[in-house]
């Protein structure tokens, strides 16, 4: 396959035809197949997907993080030019942290209740960098301040159970740029907070990517979530990419017939009308029809279906893979079609 | 907290009150008539029989029996044996530093053998030495400590001469000879003792190195070691604390069998010498003993728990 | 004749072991509903609100600790049992957790016909009515003789609701069914009950957080917040925006997918301390997080009362947030 080219600017993280496997009773599974993209710095990537998609394996392999008996086994993930697959344990230790910072799903359980806040922050801030105790102590505060947090000063000294998830997930992020890494992976970051804290997770995201320049990778299945925040979409099907995309793009005349089903089955509360469904079930892992692994579920399929279709570039930074699109050519979604001024005023405010 | 702690410590008393009461009613109860066994050597008439019990104080009610006997023992004192007439408070402040002692070697070296090995058999699941640790744990844990003990008397005096002795000497004695004296039947407590310790810990630890907070440890670039023997280990150790808290306390009481095959003076082989005897007052005050070891273990658990776990410490 | 009507129930329940007031958690507080026979009722709200436990009184598996439950005019009695409630009632609950519902070691057909036993089926019979249940709710009858870890998430959400099928409910309390489905079948389940809902005289009463949702299912909303219901929407349709500055915020705050309407709106981010149900605020409950609170608000608590036609709001300053939000977001931003 092709280097792909870099969407804007100079890419910070690209990753090429990435593969991370598990074994399983019958063979290996493939959950991450052959997986490029690019990060530019101050962008924020959404890689979407149903669960078995392979979008947190993939977002777990850029860390090094694959559990065994899970390991890459091809491909090249390029820091600042530098090969992470290449790295010893020591080198990618100083990369984790430093240059790429991770927040996950669970923040509750993503702390270790036996120490402090304080404690857990000052050990990340003193991982990478030589400094005291004290100014340990200042960093963490300003970081804390930054979130959001009340009084950080004094509750430091508290235990994680005694902060809410959502507070947990603000210093989650202040933790996580404490050593001002370059990119962020952020695994579902808001899948377990109410909506309305959802809401002031999503806010600081963006300012860390549009204040602090960070790239962000957002691993999420909230379609509402891509639409608010992301720059472009990646998204994922059984272990492999389907379709990129600017996030505008992606929305408004998506290329792949599952990431059209998506979009066209998100409830509309303005008709009430039965919803557009994707039928059937994503395919296992270890029994995957050849050729297009959508073909069973897809409205448009051909005889050409049963070949393997590549990735391949349309036009505008969108990629494809599927041998209709690549054809004939894209549906427009519902969405084009629709008045979305009115639906912006019925959301209550509409914008400044 | 502390609110918490003093409850239990009040708890604990409590327990302790209701103990005495069961064992001293046990202990009088248990079949056997003392007057007459003791009588029987010089032969049991009536007369004498009445004569001894009336000597002993055992034909006032039991509750006053109890009550007397309660008013000198929170004061150390546990009357004398009804078989040697030595002093039962005496004997037993004797040899119960003797149980203890081995107790405590024992727990430690299990914990020192244990949590180690548990430890790399999170770490390395299905490696070699992880499934043969696990085969030994089960033949460990499931030879009798009598055959053990026989086995390690048998082996320590043909090999292992300078771990063997078959008399006990205080540590304030000897410290040396006294190690001699305990090494081996710590050895072979600790054993079986250390194969639930690793299979307690090895389970925990694997639960707490899936947990979500070792994937942020390792995010923020920690050396895993560090992250093994510090956050996951942390983790881990609550049950395993609870596991040797109770396999202490147990063990005070439980060195019957070891205490005879090496011929230690300790308070093991004490009971089982008067139950023979049928020598209901050293009974009654070694069980007493025993429990209260067994409720202090439960008692120092209790407190160590919400140092490792500050999530106890805001119940309530 | 309503199919159920709450009167001013509340659901208390006291933790740990002194009996303080801290100890009390508010689950439900002063509720008072109706639910009119072929209606849907959607119940939005987020975490600790109430929802679930609402959805357990109505359904008879909770009993309130005050108030009364009103079902087809009859009083529920106080003294069954909880479950003989929801029985004699022929109210069922569907769960998020499907594989829960199912038991994992009898094959789907077994749990799908559990609740037909007591109906004096014969074998035969009861096996022909399962393969039809599967039907309905779109499984291929093979799954009978499968066992509930061979099937898919929405899969078993299928099974699911086919087990609540069985005995004819009048009443299904759907709480969070399709939250933890995947994308691609979420819009699949919703159809499929309302699909089912064209075929069988059954209610729902659709609880979620997911907004977007409850606005799909449902003929009526409630809004609840803290134990409480904060707005009644008698009418789910667009017609009407909701009222309440806490339902505002909470359709605010849900991004909607379309980038186009993302990127021209502002969202309204909600600062104030959360409380919870063991720790109530005075006044209005949502008064710490609300973006126009007055100080009235934390002194007096709003009654539920009807603010226009089909729409019941509990807040002092209904139908004026748009006109205070601005005002004080403005005063905000200067220096």
């Known amino acids: 396959m092709a280097v792909l080219a870099p969407a804007s600017g100079p890419s910070v993280l690209s990753v090429r035809n990435l593969v991370t496997v598990y074994p399983g009773r019958d063979g290996e599974v493939v959950a991450v197949d052959d997986v490029s993209f690019e990060l530019s710095p101050g962008e924020v990537l959404g890689i979407v997907g149903d669960s078995g998609s392979g979008k947190t394996t993939l977002a777990r392999s850029l860390l090094g993080l694959v559990s065994t008996p899970g390991r890459i086994i091809g491909g090249e993930i390029e820091l600042h030019g530098r090969d992470l697959l290449k790295l010893s344990h020591k080198e990618m230790r100083q990369v984790r942290g430093r240059e790429i910072g991770m927040i996950f799903q669970n923040p509750i359980r993503s702390f270790h209740p036996g120490f402090t806040i304080g404690w857990q922050l000052i050990e990340a801030a003193t991982q990478h960098a030589n400094i005291s105790r004290r100014e340990a102590t200042e960093k963490i505060v300003e970081a804390l301040t930054w979130v959001g947090m009340p009084e950080p000063a004094e509750r430091i000294n508290d235990y994680p159970h005694q902060f809410s998830g959502g507070m947990l997930q603000r210093v989650m992020i202040a933790m996580s740029l404490l050593n001002e890494p370059a990119v962020l992976i952020a695994d579902e970051p808001t899948t377990a907070l109410d909506v309305t804290i959802q809401a002031q997770i999503l806010e600081l995201i963006e300012r860390l990517a549009v204040d602090r320049g960070m790239g962000v990778v957002l691993v999420t299945h909230n379609l509402g979530m891509v639409a608010s925040l992301c720059d472009r979409v990646i998204v994922m099907y059984v272990g492999q990419i389907v379709e990129e995309a600017p996030v505008e793009t992606v929305f408004r005349t998506p290329a792949h017939p599952y990431a059209r089903g998506l979009l066209d089955s998100q409830p509309d509360r303005s008709t009430g009308k039965r919803l557009t469904e994707v039928r059937g079930a994503s395919p296992q892992m270890t029994e995957l029809p050849s050729g297009c692994r959508f073909q069973n579920r897809c409205d448009y399929v051909e005889e050409k279906c049963t070949e393997p279709p590549a990735l391949a570039d349309l036009s505008h930074g969108q990629k494809v893979r599927c041998w209709i699109s690549q054809r004939h050519g894209l549906l427009p979604t519902r969405l084009a079609d629709s008045d979305h001024r009115d639906r912006a005023e019925s959301t209550g405010l509409s914008g400044k | ?316 | 004749m309503s199919l159920v009507e709450l009167d001013r129930v509340s659901v208390h329940f006291s933790r740990g072991q002194r009996r303080t007031r801290s100890d009390t958690v508010h689950a439900l507080d002063d509720v008072t509903l109706t639910i009119n026979p072929g209606e849907v009722l959607g119940i939005v709200g987020e975490s600790g609100c109430g929802k679930t436990t609402l959805g357990r009184v109505i359904v008879g598996l909770e009993r309130p600790t005050s108030g009364e439950v009103v079902v087809r005019g009859v009083k529920r009695s106080r003294n069954q049992r909880p479950g003989a409630n929801a029985r004699n009632d022929g109210f069922q609950m569907v769960y998020q957790d499907a594989a829960g519902s199912l038991n994992p070691w009898k094959r789907i057909g077994w749990s799908i016909g559990e609740p037909l036993q007591n109906e004096g089926l014969g074998k035969a019979e009861r096996r022909r009515r399962v393969t039809e249940l599967l039907d309905q709710v779109g499984l291929p009858g093979q799954m009978i003789d499968r066992y509930p870890g061979e099937l898919s998430g929405g899969q078993q959400q299928r099974a699911a609701i086919a087990r609540a099928l069985a005995s004819k409910p009048r009443l299904i309390v759907l709480d969070e069914a399709v939250s933890s489905l995947d994308m691609s079948t979420q819009a699949q389940v919703l159809n499929l009950l309302k699909d089912l809902a064209d075929q069988h005289p059954v209610n729902y009463v659709f609880i979620s957080h997911d907004i977007a949702a409850v606005d799909f299912m449902s003929d009526r909303i409630a809004v609840m917040y803290l134990g409480k219901i904060v707005e009644l929407q008698n009418s789910a349709k667009d017609t009407h925006p909701l009222v309440h500055p806490y339902s505002i915020t909470l359709r605010s705050a849900v991004p909607v997918p379309d980038p186009a309407v993302e990127k021209g709106r502002s969202r309204i981010v909600l600062t104030g301390p959360v409380a919870s149900a063991s720790d109530l605020p005075s006044g209005c409950r949502f008064h710490t997080r609300c973006p126009i609170a007055q100080p009235i608000c934390s002194e007096e608590e709003p009654e539920l009362t009807e603010h226009q036609l089909d729409t019941s709001v509990a807040c002092h300053f209904a139908g004026e947030f748009e006109h205070l939000y601005r005002r004080s977001s403005n005063s905000n931003t200067q220096p």
Request: net charge neutral; proline share 5%; aromatic share 10%.
């Open chain 2, 1 to 316: 907290m502390i609110l918490l702690l003093g409850r239990r410590l009040l708890e604990a008393v409590g327990v302790l009150f209701v103990l005495s009461v069961l064992i001293y009613t046990i202990g009088t109860l248990v079949p056997g008539d003392i007057a007459q066994q003791m009588t029987g050597i010089e032969g049991a008439t009536p007369e004498r029989m009445a004569e001894f019990r009336e000597r002993l104080g055992l034909d006032r009610p039991l509750l006053v029996r109890y009550a007397d006997w309660l008013g000198d023992a929170v004061r150390g004192d546990f009357g004398v044996s009804l078989f040697s007439e030595r002093d039962i408070g005496a004997d037993i402040r004797a040899q119960f530093p003797v149980s203890f002692e081995i107790a405590v070697v024992s727990v430690m070296l299990a914990v020192i053998i244990g949590i180690p090995l548990g430890v790399y058999g999170a770490v390395h699941t299905g490696s070699i030495l992880d499934r043969l640790l696990r085969g030994l744990s089960l033949i460990f844990f499931s030879v009798p400590t009598f055959v053990s003990g026989v086995l390690f008397v048998w082996f320590g005096s043909m090999f292992l001469k300078p771990f063997y002795t078959s008399y006990y000497i205080p540590f304030t004695e000897d410290p040396l000879a006294n190690l001699r004296a305990i090494s081996l039947p710590c050895l072979a407590i600790a054993l079986p003792a250390s194969a639930s310790i690793i299979q307690m810990t090895r389970s925990t630890m694997i639960s707490s190195l899936q947990e979500p907070f070792i994937d942020t440890a390792r995010v923020k670039g920690v050396r895993e070691t560090r992250v093994r023997y510090l956050h996951a280990l942390r983790d881990a150790l609550g049950p395993v604390v609870t596991l040797i808290g109770l396999m202490f306390g147990a063990l005070v009481g439980g060195l019957i069998i070891v205490e005879q095959i090496f011929n230690l003076p300790g308070l093991g082989r004490g009971v089982l010498v008067a139950i023979g005897q049928r020598d209901f007052p050293y009974v009654i005050a070694a069980s007493l003993a025993i429990a209260t070891v067994y409720i202090a273990a439960n008692l120092v658990v209790d407190f160590l728990y919400p140092i490792l776990d500050p999530r106890q410490r805001d119940q309530e």
